[in-house]
């Protein structure tokens, strides 16, 4: 299974970025899919989660700001990011957590490979 994300890039503060993430594999289903964040310096934080049925978490410093969501037929998930500050500027790491594969029924957690997301001025 690989998960691969994509969007990072540079914006303004108060801009939007939107990132997405595709796990790709002989996957059956995936329980949870979330973003993480590391800023430098700093240890790895919960940005948001989203499990099937659609319940979503979220960090309260990204509460109104950032929008998770979720499409199960491309295993794919999304953060939409509006209202950027500074303080955003990490690298974002897509995680797929309680997957199962096909014919295995046993459960496995997944990370991405990281995008840069920087808001400057």
């Known amino acids: 299974v690989q998960l691969q994300a994509f969007g990072g890039g540079l914006v303004q503060p108060g801009g939007s970025l939107r990132l997405s993430c595709a796990a790709s594999?002989?996957?059956?289903?995936?329980?949870?899919m979330g973003w993480y964040r590391q800023a430098p310096g700093k240890q790895r934080e919960l940005v948001a989660t989203?499990?099937?049925?659609?319940?979503?978490d979220y960090a309260d410093s990204v509460k109104g700001r950032f929008t998770i969501s979720r499409d199960n037929a491309k295993n794919t998930v999304y953060l939409q990011m509006n209202s950027l500050k500074f303080e955003d500027t990490a690298v974002y790491y897509c995680n797929a957590d309680r997957v199962r594969l096909s014919g295995s029924a046993r459960y496995f957690i997944y990370w991405g490979q990281g995008t840069q997301v920087t808001v400057s001025s």
């Open positions: 594999g002989r996957i059956a289903s995936i329980d949870a």
């Open positions: 989203i499990r099937m049925g659609d319940n979503t």
